[in-house]
């Protein structure tokens, strides 16, 4: 009786407890919870913008002649991050200039409007912009020096990211003088990338790179009499046309009228050429000093491996390699040795076709089991080392390539490793498919990334090919196929690829990466639209759809739902 009474007591007990909790503090934890499922509120009302066009700003004088500022959101480690970007069209992903935006700290239903949100004007987004700045220190033509004026004249305005950061950083002062032919870029810098014109900004007369006017000899040398005697020019070069014979024309006239020049070739359009009048001078004997410098300005250097096809210069892969940490030196410089950062999807499309068939639940985080997945044409294998690394996924991975060289090139550069949950086979992907298709076998996912110098490689355009790998798919199971089209017939081919595999599946529909430089045998660069085709095998609809930067422990997927 007594045990009965005690356990009645308690009961009460606990229950008068409970209701004094939820007396005293109940209603600030409501409001705690409701304040963090607001601000998760908000925050996906952000990402569900995507990329938005916020302001269309035309040029008084030649109405015709628009340039267009978009807002661009998404996840990186769970912080939200919005980049601004300045382009020529609403619809091209060239941009003349791009910016961070400060997210503010805390978000409400008043400041969600990305449009009133301040520039990070120590964030530099452009690599063109921060390879020429860098250089500027690197070369020591600027200093670490928070007390003497240095005078910097910036030719070409863009959005301003360049004049905002070296007006921000606290550890130089600039006397800045930037110039631009266009009245109507400065307009844009000033309203929607935060350029103030102050005592810093001798002179701002409101040009693309270089102009015709920059390599006439007399602008050159007057170029070389205004710059100081320890000074650097740094000279942005963007060829879409005849690269190889651009640059060595403009190297030449340049090196007629300074002490030293030298080309830095950093991307496939992109150049930028170094000069000096300074006397005696070799970038090779100061390179150790010059890494230095360069660590100094940007300790998040970045540096990637590529995979190209000889002649055509076509870049298949592309890897992010572990910078060692601390400084640079002899002892640690060479990156032949250095790490794949097999954490990071460097190429735009790669991180599409895995966020895609993710977002999808072809594949899951987390799964009872392991879960299959085929990935035909291995490339530098940078797809299958990021899956590797989602150790939660479980995914048992076979990869079917038909060069053995690219094999070898993949385990020997790419750190590509093959074990239990990974088999490399070289084979005709074309004949494995229907192999295992009369096998009956089964993927929860398909990656099909088998290209030249276009995707896919003909052979997968077959339809006995197309309907093998569609019986391959599992139920419910999601097909990637990276889709590279010859130059001006985007829509033509990926509309003839669509309408074939939507024979043998559900559903299918594109997703436009964007424009990828492609130099061809003559060497002449030409640009190409990537299209990732999704295709899956049972009834799917999302509403919105949410890729962070590219790391593997921060994807994110937003609001999707299978039906």
């Not at 606990?14 to 934890?29: D, E, R």
């Not at 020529?88 to 449009?115: G, H, M, R, Y």
């Not at 030249?452 to 019986?471: G, L, M, Q, R």
Request: glycine share 4%.
């Amino acid at each position: 009786m007594l045990f009965y009474f005690a356990k009645f007591s308690l009961h009460i007990l606990v229950v008068i407890a409970a209701v004094f909790l939820t007396t005293k503090y109940g209603s600030q934890w409501g409001i705690t919870k409701r304040e963090t499922r607001k601000s998760e509120d908000i925050k996906r009302a952000v990402l569900q913008k995507m990329e938005k066009t916020v302001a269309k700003v035309c040029d008084t004088n030649v109405p015709k002649n628009c340039f267009f500022v978009s807002d661009r959101a998404y996840l990186d480690h769970e912080n939200l991050i919005v980049e601004r970007s300045l382009k020529v069209s609403d619809i091209s992903d060239v941009k003349i200039s791009a910016a961070e935006l400060e997210t503010p700290q805390e978000l409400s239903w008043k400041n969600f409007n990305t449009k009133k949100w301040n520039i990070n004007k120590l964030v530099i987004r452009n690599l063109y912009a921060k390879v020429m700045i860098g250089v500027a220190f690197m070369a020591e033509a600027l200093h670490f020096d928070p007390e003497q004026y240095q005078d910097v004249l910036v030719i070409g305005l863009g959005g301003g990211v360049m004049s905002n950061f070296l007006s921000a950083v606290d550890f130089i002062k600039v006397n800045l003088t930037t110039v631009d032919i266009d009245p109507t870029m400065a307009q844009i810098a000033k309203e929607w990338f935060g350029v103030v014109e102050n005592v810093c900004y001798n002179d701002n007369k409101p040009i693309v790179c270089p102009v015709p006017e920059f390599t006439r000899v007399e602008v050159v040398k007057h170029l070389s009499e205004v710059l100081d005697n320890e000074g650097v020019l740094a000279l942005n070069i963007l060829c879409m046309r005849d690269a190889i014979g651009i640059e060595d024309e403009m190297l030449a006239t340049y090196k007629d009228h300074f002490k030293t020049c030298y080309l830095l070739r950093y991307k496939l359009s992109q150049r930028l050429l170094v000069c000096t009048n300074r006397q005696n001078w070799s970038f090779e004997e100061q390179r150790d000093r010059f890494l230095k410098n360069l660590w100094n300005i940007d300790d998040r250097l970045l540096v990637r491996r590529e995979m190209l096809i000889s002649k055509t210069m076509y870049s298949f892969s592309t890897a992010a390699l572990v910078v060692p940490s601390g400084i640079l030196n002899k002892g640690n410089r060479n990156t032949s040795v250095w790490e794949i950062d097999k954490h990071f999807l460097h190429s735009p499309y790669a991180r599409v076709m895995v966020g895609f068939v993710f977002a999808m639940e072809g594949l899951k985080f987390n799964p009872t089991n392991k879960q299959d997945v085929l990935l035909l044409g291995l490339g530098g294998g940078v797809v299958a080392n990021f899956l590797s690394s989602l150790k939660t996924a479980k995914l048992k991975m076979t990869s079917i390539e038909l060069d053995p060289t690219v094999r070898d090139i993949a385990v020997k550069w790419f750190n590509l490793e093959e074990n239990d949950m990974h088999k490399v086979i070289t084979a005709d992907g074309a004949q494995f498919v229907k192999d295992e298709a009369k096998k009956g076998r089964k993927y929860k996912a398909i990656f099909l990334d088998a290209c030249y110098t276009t995707c896919p490689a003909k052979v997968f355009s077959n339809p006995d090919v197309v309907e093998s790998i569609a019986s391959l798919l599992d139920k419910d199971g999601v097909l990637a196929v990276n889709v590279l089209t010859a130059p001006f017939k985007n829509e033509e081919q990926v509309n003839k690829i669509m309408q074939l595999y939507k024979t043998q599946f559900t559903s299918c529909f594109t997703f436009l990466v964007g424009l990828q430089h492609v130099r061809t045998r003559s060497f002449y660069p030409r640009a190409t639209m990537m299209s990732i085709n999704i295709c899956v095998t049972g009834s799917t609809v999302f509403s919105s759809l949410c890729l962070d930067s590219g790391r593997a422990d921060g994807l994110f997927f937003e609001k999707f739902r299978r039906s």
